[in-house]
Each structure stands twice: as C-alpha cells, then as structure tokens.
C-alpha cells in the first residue's frame, strides 16, 4: 500500500469513526421548514485484477463529502445549491478498461469544471412551480443543472454512492449526458404521466486538453403504474445534439443523436427489476452504439433486515462500427449493510471485459468496498 492510500485510508477512518460513533451526527439538518442541509461522506476503495497486457493489479481508494443546501421561500419556489470536494483519484486513473468502475466524480473530476474555472460547485438552480390543476403541475428550473436528475433515471440502478459503482448501471454512457453546467429543465406533470425537456450547453474535451462548446437537447416521457405487485416507472426518452464532434469520415463534425428505454418495477415488497435499452448514431466518433443492461434488486425485509440490500446486474455494450471495440460485457453484485440509521457498508465485486477488434481481449475483476455516513 503506497503512503498515499495510507494517508487517505487513516483519513477516512478518523472521519467514519467520529460520524458512526457519535450519535445524532447522522441526521438531516432542517434549519426551519423552509430551509434543509444534507451531505454524505463517502469513501471507497477498489481493487482491480487485470488480465491486460503492461498493466499490473492495483489498489485506489478515495474519499467524497457531498453537500445540498435547499430552500423553499413558498410551496412553489425552491432553489438549491450541491457542493463537493474529493481526495483521491481512486482506481479509475489506471484503469485499462473502456468503463469507469466508481461513477463518483473524484478529486479531478471537481477542479476547474467543464472548463469553467469553476471548483467544487456542482449545482445552483432556482425551480418555479405552478400548479395547474389538483393532478397537473408545470415546473421550470433554471441555472447550473445535472442532466442525469432527469433524463435516464431509475429507482434500482441510479446512484453510485448507493447502489452499483460501475457508470453502465448509473446511467448509459452512449446517452451522453452532461452535468453542472447552464442550462433549464421544463417538467409536466399530470397524474401518473410526466414530460420532461431538457437544453443545456456544456464543454467536451477534443485532444491536448482543449475544450469544445456544444449544446444537448433531450426530451422524456414517463409513466407511473401502480399495480398489484407495486410501483413501475417506464420512460423513453431521446437526445441530440449540434454538429460539434468528430466525424468517422474526417474532416467534418457530426452531432451526438440517440434514444433509449429506462424501466424499473416492483415485483413484490422483496424483488425489484430494471431494465435499459439506449441506441446511439455513430456518424460521431465513438466507442459504444447500443447498450442494454438489466438486473434485480432484493430488499433486506427477506432476511429481517428491510434497510440492507442486494443488486445484481449485466449489461452488453456493442462496439461502434469504427471503433477498436467490439463488445463489453459487464457483471456486477453489491451487498449493501446498514449499520445505523445514518451509515452503511457496501461490497461490490464487478467484472469487466472488452473485446477488441484486433487487439487481445482485456478484462479484469474489480473488488471494492464502500462506506457511507449521512448528515
């Protein structure tokens, strides 16, 4: 273990200890009834048994505090501020395979954002509601925004710092979506329907670490179904976005364009299930086209334990036409332990590999370990 990993393990768990061990640490700050604190620490650390050539086995870890500071004036206005700071880069600055194995943004990723010179700010919009009826509401939301709040969300396979780590079972990488930059969000609401639209303009990174400007657009609609077994939410959204990237012919640009399919559904008070299916153009040059990914959730009510939890997911990515990969298949499982009201333990074992057009196959096991405390 490098002094590094020493340093950062020591660090978190001083930090854990004083959240676990003292008691009320763990809870929401509600200031009043219109204005709340929440924040998460979070560390991980993974491991990864590669089988690529020059690259060795290796440890990282890392340690994330988020924290959202919402106020709501009047029923209908609300504005909120997220913030986080990282330290550790964890396995993902060696990992060799084409998929990020902890979804987390980590210290890199929160300096000097999307090119903004902008550090450790996240989000700062302002939502205005209006409600047109007993069973329809209209709400715009502007300012520095997360596409991932809206478009391509799901109730078993959503949030890195709770369930899967790796970013397929997160959201679809294929779907492209942009976060903590300007932009607005138009929803509707009426009963179990819900209609979102989403622009906003962010920054890609071309080569040598300049940074291009484009727009996305997306649009999604959802339903909402109550039925005997429980709740399921199906949605089908599409995205696009201006001719600013690269094109597979050269010398021109292309723009991002796909759809997709995001469904999670109850099947009794113990087992969940999702399901995504997304489609991407690949006139652009990029690595993955098509991704389907699906698995199960089982609630701890099975064993007496309703707050622990089991995931278990696959997912295959196709290789774009002109990309050096073929396919990516990818298995994960998580056991998730709780251990107060405001802390938990998470197991992760993933397994990743890329096939490649030409090249040998790489693959690995990644074994990792997170652990949570809220406030």
């Known amino acids: 273990m490098t002094r590094n990993v020493k340093r950062l393990t020591l660090k978190l768990c001083a930090a854990l200890f004083l959240i676990f061990a003292i008691p009320g640490i763990g809870s929401t700050y509600d200031m009043n009834e219109k204005l709340s604190v929440e924040g998460t620490l979070t560390g991980v650390y993974q491991y990864g048994d590669f089988d690529v050539a020059e690259t060795d086995d290796s440890g990282r870890g890392a340690v994330v505090l988020d924290l959202g500071v919402n106020f709501h004036p009047t029923e209908n206005d609300e504005f909120q501020v997220t913030l986080s700071s990282a330290a550790g880069k964890g396995l993902n600055i060696v990992n060799p395979l084409s998929l990020t194995l902890y979804a987390d943004d980590l210290e890199d990723d929160l300096k000097n954002i999307n090119g903004r010179d902008r550090d450790y700010l996240l989000e700062a919009w302002y939502k205005r509601t209006f409600n047109v009826s007993e069973n329809a509401k209209v709400g715009i939301t502007g300012g520095i925004i997360d596409a991932t709040a809206y478009i391509d969300d799901n109730a078993f396979a959503n949030d890195e710092t709770a369930q899967f780590m790796n970013e397929v079972f997160v959201n679809h990488r294929n779907v492209n979506l942009p976060s903590y930059d300007i932009g607005g969000v138009i929803e509707v609401s ?16 071309i080569e040598d670490g300049d940074l291009r400007s484009y727009n ?24 696009t976005t201006n001719d600013r990237f ?14 997709g399919l995001s469904f999670d559904q109850k099947l009794s008070d113990i087992v969940g299930a999702f399901l ?15 991704v389907y990914s699906g698995g199960i959730n089982l609630n701890g009510s099975l064993w007496g334990r309703d707050k622990d939890e089991i995931g278990l997911a696959y997912a295959y990515l196709h290789g774009a036409d002109k990309a050096m990969i073929d396919g990516t298949d990818v298995f994960e499982a998580y056991g998730k332990v709780q251990i107060s009201d405001f802390s938990d333990v998470t197991i992760d074992i993933q397994y990743v590999k890329d096939k490649m057009k030409e090249n040998d196959d790489r693959d690995g096991f990644i074994y990792g370990i997170r652990m949570n405390a809220y406030f």
């Open 276 to 290: 995504r299916l997304s489609w991407q153009d690949d006139k652009a040059v990029i690595d993955h086209d098509d």
């Open 246 to 259: 690269e094109s597979t012919e050269g010398g021109k640009k292309e723009n991002l364009t796909g759809f």
């Open 190 to 205: 009426v009963s179990g329907v819900s209609i979102r639209a989403l622009a906003m303009n962010t920054k890609t990174e």
């Open 216 to 239: 996305y657009f997306a649009a999604q609609v959802g339903y909402r179904l109550e039925s005997s077994m429980g709740e399921g939410n199906y949605r089908l959204y599409g995205f």
